[in-house]
Protein backbone atom coordinates (compact mmCIF):
# COMPACT_ATOMS: atom_id res chain seq x y z
CA UNK A 1 0.00 0.00 0.00
CA UNK A 2 1.67 3.07 -1.10
CA UNK A 3 2.41 5.44 1.94
CA UNK A 4 0.62 8.31 1.11
CA UNK A 5 -2.78 6.04 1.22
CA UNK A 6 -2.58 4.75 3.92
CA UNK A 7 -2.12 7.66 5.92
CA UNK A 8 -5.35 9.06 3.85
CA UNK A 9 -6.59 5.66 5.12
CA UNK A 10 -5.41 6.33 8.64
CA UNK A 11 -7.04 9.60 8.69
CA UNK A 12 -10.45 7.87 7.90
CA UNK A 13 -10.24 5.33 10.39
CA UNK A 14 -10.26 2.78 8.14
CA UNK A 15 -6.88 0.65 8.29
CA UNK A 16 -8.08 -2.54 9.24
CA UNK A 17 -5.76 -2.81 12.65
CA UNK A 18 -8.37 -0.68 14.49
CA UNK A 19 -6.93 2.90 12.67
CA UNK A 20 -3.04 1.79 14.12
CA UNK A 21 -0.42 2.08 11.53
CA UNK A 22 0.49 -1.58 10.93
CA UNK A 23 2.80 -2.65 8.06
CA UNK A 24 4.06 -6.00 7.40
CA UNK A 25 7.48 -8.03 8.31
CA UNK A 26 8.79 -8.71 5.04
CA UNK A 27 9.91 -12.47 4.69
CA UNK A 28 13.28 -13.00 5.01
CA UNK A 29 14.80 -16.63 4.55
CA UNK A 30 16.79 -17.05 7.54
CA UNK A 31 19.95 -19.64 7.81
CA UNK A 32 19.96 -22.69 9.87
CA UNK A 33 21.60 -21.52 13.13
CA UNK A 34 19.27 -18.43 12.93
CA UNK A 35 15.80 -20.23 12.73
CA UNK A 36 17.32 -22.88 15.41
CA UNK A 37 17.56 -19.91 17.80
CA UNK A 38 14.43 -18.03 17.43
CA UNK A 39 12.39 -21.63 16.98
CA UNK A 40 13.99 -22.31 20.56
CA UNK A 41 12.87 -18.34 21.55
CA UNK A 42 9.45 -18.86 20.44
CA UNK A 43 8.66 -22.71 22.46
CA UNK A 44 9.72 -22.06 25.58
CA UNK A 45 7.06 -22.07 27.62
CA UNK A 46 8.50 -21.02 31.23
CA UNK A 47 5.71 -19.05 33.00
CA UNK A 48 5.85 -15.47 32.89
CA UNK A 49 7.53 -13.39 35.88
CA UNK A 50 8.57 -9.49 36.74
CA UNK A 51 11.97 -9.05 35.92
CA UNK A 52 12.42 -6.76 38.48
CA UNK A 53 14.85 -5.97 41.38
CA UNK A 54 12.39 -5.60 44.20
CA UNK A 55 8.90 -6.30 44.24
CA UNK A 56 8.32 -2.70 45.16
CA UNK A 57 9.91 -1.62 42.15
CA UNK A 58 7.16 -4.23 40.16
CA UNK A 59 4.51 -2.47 42.24
CA UNK A 60 5.73 1.31 41.04
CA UNK A 61 6.15 0.36 37.28
CA UNK A 62 2.53 -1.80 37.54
CA UNK A 63 0.91 0.75 38.68
CA UNK A 64 2.38 3.59 36.87
CA UNK A 65 1.79 2.02 33.40
CA UNK A 66 -1.78 0.38 34.43
CA UNK A 67 -2.81 3.70 34.53
CA UNK A 68 -1.60 5.36 31.20
CA UNK A 69 -3.21 1.86 29.71
CA UNK A 70 -6.28 2.02 31.74
CA UNK A 71 -8.45 4.13 29.23
CA UNK A 72 -7.36 1.56 26.39
CA UNK A 73 -7.72 -1.54 28.46
CA UNK A 74 -10.49 -0.85 30.84
CA UNK A 75 -10.90 -4.68 32.71
CA UNK A 76 -8.38 -3.95 35.52
CA UNK A 77 -7.83 -7.61 35.87
CA UNK A 78 -7.02 -8.07 31.89
CA UNK A 79 -4.72 -5.14 32.08
CA UNK A 80 -2.54 -6.22 35.22
CA UNK A 81 -2.02 -9.42 33.09
CA UNK A 82 -1.16 -7.85 29.71
CA UNK A 83 1.35 -5.55 30.86
CA UNK A 84 3.01 -8.46 33.44
CA UNK A 85 3.33 -10.54 30.06
CA UNK A 86 4.47 -6.98 28.20
CA UNK A 87 7.24 -6.75 31.07
CA UNK A 88 8.11 -10.44 30.98
CA UNK A 89 8.44 -11.30 27.00
CA UNK A 90 10.13 -7.49 26.63
CA UNK A 91 12.86 -8.31 29.12
CA UNK A 92 13.45 -11.96 28.43
CA UNK A 93 14.24 -10.61 24.23
CA UNK A 94 16.03 -8.05 25.98
CA UNK A 95 13.86 -4.92 25.55
CA UNK A 96 12.70 -2.11 27.03
CA UNK A 97 8.81 -2.59 28.12
CA UNK A 98 8.32 0.85 27.11
CA UNK A 99 9.75 0.73 23.85
CA UNK A 100 7.36 -2.20 23.25
CA UNK A 101 4.02 -0.56 24.88
CA UNK A 102 4.82 2.25 22.28
CA UNK A 103 5.37 -0.24 19.22
CA UNK A 104 2.16 -2.28 20.16
CA UNK A 105 0.36 1.88 20.72
CA UNK A 106 1.39 2.38 16.85
CA UNK A 107 1.09 -1.23 15.73
CA UNK A 108 -2.72 -2.05 16.85
CA UNK A 109 -3.52 0.66 18.98
CA UNK A 110 -3.74 -2.02 21.97
CA UNK A 111 -6.43 -4.39 19.73
CA UNK A 112 -6.13 -8.03 20.07
CA UNK A 113 -7.95 -9.19 17.29
CA UNK A 114 -6.52 -6.78 15.31
CA UNK A 115 -5.65 -7.42 11.43
CA UNK A 116 -3.80 -5.37 8.84
CA UNK A 117 -4.29 -4.97 5.12
CA UNK A 118 -1.10 -7.07 4.92
CA UNK A 119 -2.64 -9.66 7.41
CA UNK A 120 -1.01 -8.80 10.58
CA UNK A 121 -2.25 -10.40 13.29
CA UNK A 122 -2.84 -9.44 16.96
CA UNK A 123 -1.37 -6.69 19.43
CA UNK A 124 2.17 -6.81 17.68
CA UNK A 125 0.90 -7.41 14.11
CA UNK A 126 3.05 -10.43 13.79
CA UNK A 127 2.65 -11.93 9.99
CA UNK A 128 1.30 -15.70 10.03
CA UNK A 129 4.56 -16.79 7.84
CA UNK A 130 6.96 -16.72 11.27
CA UNK A 131 4.52 -19.58 12.44
CA UNK A 132 5.39 -21.75 9.50
CA UNK A 133 9.15 -20.61 9.66
CA UNK A 134 9.85 -20.76 13.62
CA UNK A 135 6.64 -22.05 15.06
CA UNK A 136 4.28 -24.65 15.31
CA UNK A 137 0.62 -25.10 14.13
CA UNK A 138 -0.82 -25.05 17.73
CA UNK A 139 0.83 -20.95 17.83
CA UNK A 140 -2.53 -18.76 17.92
CA UNK A 141 -1.19 -15.32 16.72
CA UNK A 142 -4.32 -13.84 18.64
CA UNK A 143 -3.74 -15.24 21.98
CA UNK A 144 -1.88 -13.00 24.27
CA UNK A 145 1.48 -14.66 25.29
CA UNK A 146 1.97 -16.10 22.02
CA UNK A 147 1.50 -12.17 19.88
CA UNK A 148 3.95 -10.94 22.94
CA UNK A 149 6.73 -13.72 22.56
CA UNK A 150 6.57 -13.76 18.34
CA UNK A 151 6.39 -9.99 18.64
CA UNK A 152 9.59 -9.42 21.02
CA UNK A 153 11.59 -12.25 19.10
CA UNK A 154 11.33 -10.86 16.18
CA UNK A 155 12.10 -7.05 16.85
CA UNK A 156 15.02 -8.84 18.79
CA UNK A 157 16.40 -10.87 15.79
CA UNK A 158 16.03 -7.44 13.66
CA UNK A 159 17.90 -5.28 16.15
CA UNK A 160 20.98 -8.07 15.69
CA UNK A 161 20.43 -7.79 12.23
CA UNK A 162 21.01 -4.21 12.02
CA UNK A 163 23.81 -4.20 14.53
CA UNK A 164 21.77 -2.30 17.14
CA UNK A 165 20.45 0.44 15.16
CA UNK A 166 16.67 0.67 16.20
CA UNK A 167 15.63 3.07 13.26
CA UNK A 168 16.49 0.42 11.38
CA UNK A 169 15.32 -2.56 12.91
CA UNK A 170 11.63 -0.91 13.59
CA UNK A 171 11.69 -0.06 9.70
CA UNK A 172 12.19 -3.75 9.07
CA UNK A 173 9.43 -4.61 11.66
CA UNK A 174 6.68 -2.54 10.14
CA UNK A 175 7.86 -3.59 6.58
CA UNK A 176 8.97 0.27 5.59
CA UNK A 177 13.01 -0.32 6.43
CA UNK A 178 14.63 3.25 4.92
CA UNK A 179 11.40 5.68 5.29
CA UNK A 180 11.38 7.93 8.60
CA UNK A 181 7.47 7.44 9.32
CA UNK A 182 7.02 4.30 11.68
CA UNK A 183 10.40 4.59 12.96
CA UNK A 184 9.45 7.88 14.24
CA UNK A 185 5.76 7.22 15.34
CA UNK A 186 6.87 4.44 17.47
CA UNK A 187 9.90 6.41 19.35
CA UNK A 188 7.28 9.33 19.70
CA UNK A 189 4.92 7.12 21.39
CA UNK A 190 7.27 5.49 23.07
CA UNK A 191 8.82 8.68 24.75
CA UNK A 192 5.85 10.43 25.04
CA UNK A 193 3.28 7.91 26.75
CA UNK A 194 5.01 5.01 27.78
CA UNK A 195 8.79 6.15 29.28
CA UNK A 196 9.08 6.74 32.90
CA UNK A 197 10.67 9.82 34.33
CA UNK A 198 13.46 9.72 35.95
CA UNK A 199 12.48 10.86 38.99
CA UNK A 200 9.87 8.20 39.10
CA UNK A 201 12.28 5.29 37.64
CA UNK A 202 14.99 6.36 40.12
CA UNK A 203 12.68 6.72 43.27
CA UNK A 204 11.55 3.16 42.59
CA UNK A 205 13.06 1.80 46.39
CA UNK A 206 11.68 1.87 49.56
CA UNK A 207 13.64 5.32 51.58
CA UNK A 208 15.56 3.85 54.15
Not at 146 to 165: A, F, P, Q, W
Amino acid sequence: MPLCVAWVLLAAGILSASGAFAGAQVYTPLSASVRAVLQRSVSDHAAPKLAFSTQYEADVWLKEMSRRLQRRLPDAEYRLDFLNTVHYEAKRAGLDPQLVLGLIEVESGFKKYAVSSAGARGYMQVMPFWVKEIGTTEHNLFHLRINLRYGCTILRHYLDMEKGDLYRALGRYNGSLGRPEYPNMVRAAWHNNWALPYRTASSAAPAG
